[in-house]
């Protein structure tokens, strides 16, 4: 069946934009994790759902980063006021459950300028 | 915290020759220990899983122990192909919150293997 999916694949902005980045994972998978990839380095553990709400976010960095997962399938990463330094690619994983592994989606890369 | 250290990269060695990536790791309680490959153009996938001491992962030929007496997860691989180029990552799973599956990985060790 289909993998996990991430849109857009590259995302570039400019210093202080609004973006948003999206993840769709494994039919049926009831838990979601976000992930973030500087270069060189391994993914961090952004924020991580179960069903639709936020079992534990926090690996969110600050206040301007946010995601939701309304109807806990498709979720949704959103970066407000954009800085350099969230420059980086964003995965997304889900697993059947908790203790299941997770399977990660190509990611998205973005590049704030 | 919860942290793993693996072998500094890059890695170039000759197709056939033995394969060894260091992982070690800190970690109240009893993680269980991943290695994932990232394949070029490729997202993350898993390599092998060991839950509890002493169990070994193995997949594709390579292997991994989990040695609690070291808080190690060794990568090994007895003769390494040009397809096996790619980076690879340990990482353990924090489990100090119930029900929380989320990993903490090591940087990542690039693997290069030349013809």
């Known amino acids: 069946g289909a993998g996990v999916s991430q849109t857009p694949s590259n995302k570039v902005t400019e210093k202080g934009k609004y973006v948003e980045l999206r993840c769709d994972p494994i039919?049926?998978?009831?838990?979601l994790y976000w992930y973030r990839q500087s270069l060189g380095q391994g993914p961090e553990f952004l924020i991580y759902?179960?069903?639709?709400?936020?079992?534990?976010d926090s690996g969110l960095p600050n206040d301007r980063f946010f995601a939701v997962r309304p109807e806990g399938s498709v979720s949704t990463l959103k970066i407000q006021r954009t800085e350099r330094g969230d420059s980086a690619v964003y995965l997304c994983?889900?697993?059947?459950?908790?203790?299941?592994?997770?399977?990660f989606g190509p990611g998205t890369r973005l590049l704030v300028l | 915290g919860n942290s793993v250290t693996q072998m500094e990269g890059p890695v170039t060695l000759s197709e056939e020759a033995f394969l060894t990536i260091n992982c070690t790791y800190t970690?109240?309680?009893?993680?269980?220990l991943f290695w994932y490959v990232q394949y070029p153009g490729e997202g993350l996938q898993l390599l092998l899983k060991?839950?509890?001491?002493?169990d070994k992962g193995s997949n594709k030929g390579f292997e991994a122990t989990y040695r609690k007496e070291t808080t190690s997860f060794h990568l090994e691989k007895g003769s390494v192909q040009v397809s096996d180029s790619a980076v690879y990552f340990c990482?353990?799973?924090?489990?100090?919150?119930?029900?929380?599956?989320?990993?903490?990985f090591g940087q990542g060790t690039r693997l290069t293997i030349n013809p």
């Open positions: 994983a889900s697993s059947s459950s908790v203790q299941e592994t997770q399977y």
């Open positions: 970690a109240t309680g009893y993680p269980s």
């Open positions: 759902f179960q069903g639709t709400g936020a079992a534990d």
């Open positions: 060991a839950t509890k001491a002493d």
């Open positions: 039919s049926g998978h009831t838990a």
């Open positions: 990482a353990l799973s924090d489990r100090r919150i119930k029900g929380a599956q989320k990993l903490v």
